[in-house]
Nanobody
Framework: QIQLMESGGGSVQAGGSLRLSCSVS????????MGWFRQVPGRPREGVAL???????TYGDMVKGRFTIAKDDARNTLDLQMNSLKPEDTAMYYC??????????????????WGQGTQVTVAS
């Protein structure tokens, strides 16, 4: 059973940077689509970034050019480097993946395994 655990959240001033990390444990498919999402209370969860098994990345329009997703298969981690942070980036950030037997196109909205989240707060 796959388990995900996020870390690296915190508080930062606008314009600053944070690096989130998601530790992956359990039997996983290294070709699986993995992603970062975020949610503000009272609003739908939104997709931030995706990376597929070949390393192809996809970003939400609101973070393009500022955030970078990367995975390290040797360390079993999924990272999100966040630069030029804005107050509107404030949210709970979650990493996500799928069971190893699931083979789907790598797009937002296809994930079924989620971590507990890590809070990011950006002050103006």
């Amino acid at each position: 059973q796959i388990q995900l655990m996020e870390s690296g959240g915190g508080s930062v001033q606008a314009g600053g940077s944070l690096r989130l990390s998601c530790s992956v444990s359990g039997r996983r498919n290294r070709m699986a689509c993995m992603g970062w999402f975020r949610q503000v209370p009272g609003r739908p969860r939104e997709g931030v970034a995706l990376i597929d098994g070949d390393g192809k990345t996809t970003y939400g329009d609101m973070v393009k050019g500022r955030f970078t997703i990367a995975k390290d298969d040797a360390r079993n981690t999924l990272d999100l480097q966040m630069n030029s942070l804005k107050p509107e980036d404030t949210a709970m950030y979650y990493c996500a993946t799928n069971p190893p037997e699931v083979d789907v196109r790598c797009v937002f909205g296809v994930h079924s395994i989620w971590g507990q989240g890590t809070q990011v707060t950006v002050a103006s």
